[in-house]
């Protein structure tokens, strides 16, 4: 058992959350916000990255 931070990133246009575990539109699965390509888009209202904004939650993992 252990605890690791992920950082999700918020659009502040229409509220959806990049989950990194998740991935989304062009970015795979696992691949953290700041490793997405400059061109990413937000998949819902394809808002750039400068309207994301950063969040952070504490995940526990079972190990
Ligand atoms: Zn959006």
Known sequence: MGTKQVHKFLCTKCGYIYDPRKGGGKGEPNTA??????????????????????????VEIDT
């Open 33 to 58: 916000f700041e490793y997405l390509p400059d061109d990413w888009t937000c998949p819902e209202c394809e808002a750039d990255m400068a309207q994301f904004k950063k969040k952070y939650e504490v």
